[in-house]
T-cell receptor
Framework: GQNIDQPTEMTATEGAIVQINCTYQ??????LFWYQQHAGEAPTFLSY??LDGLEEKGRFSSFLSRSKGYSYLLLKELQMKDSASYLC??????????WGAGTKLIIKP | NAGVTQTPKFRVLKTGQSMTLLCAQD?????MYWYRQDPGMGLRLIHY???????AKGEVPDGYNVSRLKKQNFLLGLESAAPSQTSVYFC?????????????FGPGTRLTVL
């Protein structure tokens, strides 16, 4: 069956580094996406991985291991504005996205 | 460019009432999607469209209907609302269905069914 797991909530300190993990079991694989969603707002695209390895984009990096069904989002130099939910989504063979429930990240000063 | 817009932003319905949610995009995207987002659950696909005049069922289509008469608009209808349809509804669009094209989301419609 289809399943995407990520922690419900994480807390980190401003200026620190945090890693948000995502594990998945899906029917086929056409890539993994990370989206950011601030409370009461729409999800916005952060990153996309289709090959194994690390993709770096400024303070954010995303890693993928297809053999392990595992990805993580790494946020460096945390800022208060990074307080949000982070959604992991896998694109299946039919090009539809299967979404995790999201990880709420709380940043403390 | 307004991107993806949704109307209304908020709505309260009584059980059995009907309503239509409107999604509009000005990016000339072929693909449009309707999702619902509930606490503790991931976004779930209700219906989607791969182009003007086409619609298809997603993961949770029951109780909803859709229409895509114009390329820029995607309408979601609830014929007889039920409390289980209380949710936040997001519309999204994408240029193509391929994995290289991200989905762009509207601001959401918060619907409460009493």
């Amino acid at each position: 069956g289809q399943n995407i797991d990520q922690p419900t909530e994480m807390t980190a300190t401003e200026g620190a580094i945090v890693q948000i993990n995502c594990t998945y079991q899906t029917s086929g694989f056409n890539g993994l996406f990370w989206y950011q969603q601030h409370a009461g707002e729409a999800p916005t695209f952060l990153s996309y991985n289709v090959l194994d390895g690390l993709e770096e984009k400024g303070r954010f990096s995303s890693f993928l291991s297809r053999s392990k069904g595992y990805s993580y989002l790494l946020l460096k130099e945390l800022q208060m504005k990074d307080s949000a939910s982070y959604l992991c989504a896998v694109m299946e063979s039919n090009y539809q996205l299967i979404w995790g429930a999201g990880t709420k990240l709380i940043i403390k000063p | 460019n307004a991107g993806v817009t949704q109307t209304p932003k908020f709505r309260v319905l009584k059980t059995g009432q009907s309503m239509t949610l409107l999604c509009a995009q000005d990016m000339n995207h072929e693909y449009m999607y309707w999702y619902r987002q509930d606490p503790g659950m991931g976004l779930r696909l209700i219906h989607y469209s791969v182009g003007e005049g086409t619609t298809a069922k997603g993961e949770v289509p029951d109780g909803y209907n859709v229409s895509r008469l114009k390329k820029q608009n995607f309408l979601l209808g609830l014929e007889s609302a039920a409390p289980s349809q209380t949710s936040v509804y997001f519309c999204a669009s994408a240029e193509t269905e391929t994995s290289t094209d991200t989905q762009y989301f509207g601001p959401g419609t918060r619907l409460t069914v009493l």
